[in-house]
């Protein structure tokens, strides 16, 4: 809990007369005390134990005033140390010895002081209703407590209210400790009450008000330890299905605790871990580090915390469905000691996790009259946060099944659906958006699951499309404008290009610089929120709807994971099928297996002997991936490719049996018949923008050439576009066309990048909508994207799509310059005729095959309406 106080001296004037107390061992046990708090504050609690001891020891059968006094502020400190040495009963223990001198001194503010302080021992251990029952007991108008007790009073309070549920009080109690601490100036207690301000915020569900509060507290420039404050940073994360991010952070804090020492701390953070790696699916680390933190808790006797790492536990034991009986058994035990008395319900978060997951267990053992009964006791309240709220749609859903009641059961779904839906367009982070989808994917494991078992192929088609992209439907994504996001973007930029132009010693010097920056820009990038009130999420497409936008000539193949298998469904104006292609691991190894043949063949010195065997075997792989995908279907004229995650970054142009075929590759169906939902009244200024980066011998030309095909007069004194001339044609133009050296960044997507005069521009920086309806990327690899669970794909040419852009063309694989060169010109003298973009790029690679590494994205696009 983070809220020890800074206290004023220990050291107080002897209210004897005459000389009659010695001065020296109240001096030095003052001084003890003093050092010891300071101990504490840096966690050394041996060393604060230490001191404490010694000081007791001095003020040992002492029964004047003075000494009794300050042995009661002695023992108040050495209970919180005694709570991380040894745990909760022995600090309660030297505690209530404190408050028993106390009360026999008859002194208001001792007497206070212990109950804050018990309140913040119950609070570390997870007792809450304790925590609250302790600080009420508090006269803070009568007790006399100086401005930095009642702000820890306040602070800690309002902790305890967020423990049992009362977000309004808890805000209220961090609002007043920020004031006292304001006014009294400080500032380390000011940063405290802001970060838990944050954190209300965060308990709400206002992730993006959650994550700027936090960033703007931790921006406080205050000495004061910040590990608690990065916990809870990691918490937001997680919920944000960031998983990586909040990874980072509690490893780092793992390592803190174990080196120090903090038991307490090691469980908490092993504990937040595991569940991250329940949330991905690995259940065999999730085990582990719940044991882990049960053996740490159980070292202090944390009871409370013991029972919600057990909590932990069962959810990784149901998700295995492992031993089910004890598990049903030890949830029963843990809602009857969450309510107080047994079987009586219990409301609390805990004990609605653990009904939800009884329930569940109890569904997956065949017993749906326990679980209906079981659910009967939550009642019709909503649950807490994003993740309780599906996981409760999940079990219910499931009940309904096991009822032979599908039709509630697809309804449960579908809310469940528009849920998770509405939280991603709180946010205008693309990041997040396809971070949150994390936390549907049971949801959408088992709608898929029951639409497959229904064999309606229509049925499933609506169910993929139910669960794939949903961030693209809630576009446009619009962000008030962010100085401090654009200057720390600007000097990555600067860092970027000195890494790029440096030798080895240069770049050992600058990366952790250029990895510092760009946790900085992430971590804002995570906090844009929506600018002003926009239409929220639509309704997917259905099949009805996406027939009726196909003519006789298209065929979509859409393709989708259940179970460990790929499937795919096939619609044409006839109808629709579902087709099974085959073990998901072993499409990941053709896939894999193509695109290592591609980038060995594009990095292949020209005349090198081995660029013959490398032909045959792309070859090979090509003619394997296509037999194994299928993606042509019969002999329809246009293909429209909706990937599952498995499949990203294809070279779909390239496939044998799409070759001279118009292809457009989409996030979702419901993207390409419905393309982007552009933000009302905005409307290109200026037709078309050519522009080009540093490095390559044939950009020049090719913008010139580009420019020609458009009738577009060129610049009299052209140079290498900047960054901002980037984003300036982006806001600007309809067409935009840009050749430049690409980069994918597969670990962190939204920082793909293409290089300019200046350095890399950004996927993340992309205007917030961009007004270009067509851009052609001649630049290597940013065709590619990284996909997030729930079939969320992130990347530089995707960023486009989910900012406004109706299609983009760019490469999955190098390309060398001469064919990007001939290749997109032939591709701009095409549509500067009106030809569509999938018809005129199908028409460029039939003459230059190499270019079949460039995938057409988006929906249909023609520069005549």
């Not at 044998?656 to 989409?666: D, F, H, I």
């Not at 960054?723 to 066309?737: F, I, P």
Request: aromatic share 4%.
């Amino acid at each position: 809990m983070g809220g020890r106080t800074r206290r004023r001296s220990s050291r107080r004037p002897s209210t004897s007369r005459g000389g009659a107390i010695e001065r020296d061992p109240l001096q030095s046990a003052g001084g003890l005390l003093d050092a010891a708090r300071a101990d504490n504050e840096i966690g050394d609690f041996a060393s604060a134990a230490a001191r404490l001891d010694r000081a007791l020891g001095l003020l040992a059968g002492r029964d004047d005033r003075d000494a009794r006094w300050l042995r009661v502020r002695v023992r108040i400190t050495r209970a919180w140390s005694e709570l991380e040495a040894d745990g909760i009963q022995p600090a309660l223990r030297t505690l209530h010895a404190a408050r028993t001198e106390a009360l026999e001194l008859d002194d208001p503010l001792l007497v206070a002081l212990t109950h804050i302080q018990e309140g913040t021992l119950h609070g570390r251990v997870g007792a809450w209703p304790s925590c609250v029952e302790a600080l009420l007991a508090v006269d803070v108008e009568g007790s006399g407590l100086d401005p930095a007790q009642r702000w820890a009073y306040h602070l800690n309070l309002g902790q305890a209210w967020l423990g049992v549920g009362r977000s309004a009080d808890a805000a209220a109690n961090f609002d007043a400790a920020r004031d006292i601490a304001v006014e009294g100036g400080f500032r380390e207690l000011e940063f405290k009450a802001r970060h838990n301000r944050a954190v209300v915020a965060f308990v709400d569900g206002d992730l993006p008000r959650a994550l700027t509060l936090m960033r703007e507290a931790d921006a406080m420039d205050v000495a004061v330890a910040r590990d608690r404050a990065r916990l809870d940073h990691a918490e937001v994360l997680l919920a944000a299905g960031l998983v990586d991010g909040a990874r980072a952070e509690l490893e780092a804090a793992l390592s803190t605790a174990h080196s120090s020492g903090h038991r307490l701390e090691e469980g908490e953070i092993s504990l937040r871990l595991a569940r991250c790696d329940l949330l991905v699916g690995d259940l065999d680390r999730a085990r582990d580090r719940v044991r882990d933190a049960t053996a740490a808790y159980r070292t202090r006797q944390a009871h409370e915390l013991v029972r919600e790492a057990e909590l932990l536990r069962a959810g990784v034991d149901v998700a295995e469905g492992r031993d089910l009986p004890a598990v049903v058994e030890r949830l029963v035990r843990h809602t009857e000691h969450a309510a107080g008395e047994p079987g009586a319900p219990a409301l609390g978060s805990s004990g609605r996790e653990a009904v939800r997951l009884e329930a569940e267990a109890r569904l997956l053992l065949g017993d749906a009259d326990g679980a209906e009964r079981r659910l009967a006791d939550l009642g019709t309240a909503g649950e807490p946060s994003l993740a309780a709220t599906l996981h409760e749609v999940l079990v219910r859903a499931r009940l309904d099944l096991a009822r032979d009641r599908g039709a509630r059961a697809s309804e449960r779904l579908e809310e469940g659906n528009r849920v998770l839906a509405a939280h991603q367009f709180q946010s205008a982070s693309l990041d997040v958006r396809a971070a949150l989808a994390l936390h549907g994917r049971r949801l959408a494991a088992l709608d898929t699951e029951r639409s497959l078992a229904g064999d309606r192929a229509e049925q499933v088609l609506a169910t993929v499309e139910r669960w794939r992209a949903i961030s693209h439907r809630i576009n446009p994504v619009t962000a008030p404008a962010d100085p401090d996001l654009a200057d720390a973007t600007r000097e990555l930029r600067r860092l970027r290009q000195l890494l790029a132009d440096s030798d080895r010693d240069q770049a050992a010097a600058l990366a952790p610089r250029v990895e510092r920056l760009e946790s900085l820009v992430a971590q804002r990038e995570w906090s844009l929120a929506v600018d002003g009130q926009a239409a929220g999420a639509v309704h997917p497409v259905d099949a009805d709807e996406a027939t009726a936008a196909l003519d006789g000539a298209t065929t979509v193949v859409e393709f989708f994971e259940s179970g460990g298998e790929l499937h795919q469904v096939v619609l044409r104006t006839t109808g629709a099928e579902v087709v099974h292609v085959g073990p998901v691991p072993a499409v990941v190894e053709a896939v894999t297996r193509l695109r290592r043949d591609l980038r060995a063949r594009a990095t292949i010195a020209p005349g090198s002997p081995m660029a013959a065997v490398l032909e045959r075997a792309t070859t090979s792989s090509l003619a394997a991936a296509d037999a194994l995908l299928n993606p042509g279907g019969a002999d329809e004229d246009r293909v429209v490719v909706v990937p599952s995650r498995t499949l990203a970054g294809m070279p779909w142009s390239l496939m044998p049996s799409l070759r001279g075929r118009p292809v457009t590759v989409a996030p979702s169906l419901t993207r390409w018949v419905r393309g982007p939902a552009r933000a009302s009244g905005l409307r290109p200024t200026t037709a078309v923008a050519a522009l080009y980066g540093p490095g390559l011998t044939r950009t020049l030309p090719e913008i010139r050439a580009v420019e020609r095909a458009w009738g577009v007069a060129p610049a009299p004194d052209p140079r290498t576009a900047t960054s901002a001339d980037v984003l300036d044609a982006l806001g600007s133009a309809r067409v935009v066309h840009l050749a430049a050296h690409g980069l994918h960044q597969g670990q962190s997507p939204l920082f793909s990048s293409v290089r300019m005069a200046d350095g890399p521009v950004f996927a993340h920086e992309f205007p917030r909508p961009v007004a270009a309806e067509h851009v052609a990327l001649s630049a290597c690899d940013v065709g590619q994207f990284s996909t997030r669970p729930g079939d969320e794909p992130l990347g530089l040419a995707i960023a486009l799509l989910s900012l406004g852009a109706t299609s983009v063309l760019a490469a999955v694989a190098p390309v060398a310059d001469v064919v990007a060169h001939d290749a997109m010109v032939a591709h701009h003298r095409r549509i500067a005729t009106g030809t569509d973009a999938s018809q005129a790029w199908a028409e460029v690679v039939v003459e230059h095959p190499a270019a079949g590494v460039f995938c057409l994205y988006g929906s249909e696009w023609s520069a005549t309406p």
